[in-house]
């Protein structure tokens, strides 16, 4: 079980401000989104940010525990955001996720208005599908249980999931792999939506892609490029006044 639900005693705090501050940086999460990560001690538990503070300054005081099975925040104090139905789902089908991020990136946005799919053209979203990001077929928020049980069955077992006209979720074992998933599938569609004006794109499948994967992926490929979107967060004081 959890030894203690405290933010400022646990890495939770720190991890989900840091993680949070880090996608406001790279331009793939506004005034609105979240990040969370499950409580490695009880799977039952996950640590998301609440609903009020500023994505921008976040601190470790304002992210929340999140009791899955009960469907609501752990203790008193301000809520969690209201989608966090997004969360819940998947964590209660996926015991293979260990960090969630939905977010409303503006070139994967621009592709689901198209009616176009996601689908894998850079080295570093090979985590794409090869038939493209599955589709939740809807653009309102995910604010009922029963919009999220849709949205998180339209998703599967895919790691990046696109929520029509509306945003886009990312899954992975933990809050920093889904961190890196969110910013380099926004970095895909960027890619994809320029190929789009001058030709059609060449996108990565069958015996390629899972090469390709497997070379990018793992825990060294997310090590790397969270390390380098932290220095990056760093160095413009983004993560000023984390502590």
């Known amino acids: 079980m959890t030894q203690t639900l405290d933010p400022a005693s646990t890495k939770y705090g720190d991890l989900i401000a840091r993680a949070v501050r880090i996608c406001n940086t790279a331009g793939v999460m506004d005034f ?12 039952n538990i996950f640590w998301i940010n609440n609903r009020h503070a500023s994505r921008s300054t976040l601190t470790a005081a304002d992210i929340v525990p999140f009791d899955i099975r009960a469907g609501r925040r752990v203790g008193e104090g301000i809520e969690p955001p209201s989608e966090w139905h997004i969360h819940r789902e998947i964590y209660r ?9 939905h977010s409303h990136p503006p070139f994967i946005n621009t592709l689901s208005s198209a009616g176009v799919l996601l689908k894998p053209l850079i080295s570093t979203a ?7 990001a599955p589709v939740f077929d809807s653009a309102v928020l995910i604010n009922t249980e029963a919009r999220g049980i849709g949205m998180a069955e339209a998703m599967g077992n895919a790691d990046v999931g696109v929520l029509r006209q509306h945003g886009t979720v990312t899954v992975g074992g933990y809050a920093e792999e889904a961190v890196v998933r969110m910013i380099c599938a926004e970095d895909n569609a960027k890619i994809q939506y320029q190929a789009m004006q001058i030709g059609t794109p060449t996108f990565f499948r069958g015996e390629e892609l899972r090469v390709m994967a497997s070379e990018h992926g793992g825990k060294h490929g997310v090590r790397k490029y969270w390390h380098y979107y932290e220095e990056t967060a760093t160095r413009s004081g983004a993560l000023d006044g984390l502590s």
């Open 93 to 101: 089908r996926r015991p293979d996720a260990g960090g969630i991020v």
């Open 126 to 132: 090979t985590f794409i599908p090869e038939a493209g």
């Open 32 to 43: 609105n989104g979240h990040v969370s990560q499950r409580d490695e001690s009880d799977p």
